[in-house]
């Protein structure tokens, strides 16, 4: 089983920055994948950025150049650095790790964490 631990939300103005960080625990955690996405209200969950693990990336347009994924595999732990923010980007933030074992993999999410950009 893997556990998430989501932080780094809040209240943030328009243009500020925020850091979010996810750590991962548990036994035999082999993550493959890492990434984050937003649920705003009335919409769907859509993937933000994504991250493998040889540190390859991948993000939705709307936050490229302002979004950057990070990943420290020592510590089971993913960021994500969100700078220029919008009122848009306000939206619950949850974090996604896929684990991979004998080739079958399984996705685990945090429990989510408030970003809230006023403008």
């Known amino acids: 089983q893997v556990q998430l631990v989501e932080s780094g939300g809040g209240l943030v103005q328009a243009g500020g920055s925020l850091r979010l960080s996810c750590a991962a625990s548990g036994s035999r955690l082999n993550i493959d994948a890492m990434g984050w996405y937003r649920q705003a209200p009335g919409k769907q969950r859509e993937l933000v950025a994504a991250i493998s693990s040889g540190g390859s990336t991948n993000y939705a347009d709307s936050v490229k150049g302002r979004f950057t994924i990070s990943r420290d595999n020592a510590k089971n732990t993913a960021y994500l650095q969100m700078n220029s923010l919008k009122p848009e980007d306000t939206a619950v933030y949850y974090c996604?790790?896929?684990?991979?074992?004998?080739?079958?993999?399984?996705?685990?999410w945090g429990q989510g964490t408030q970003v809230t950009v006023s403008s």
């Open positions: 996604n790790v896929v684990r991979r074992i004998w080739g079958a993999t399984t996705d685990y």
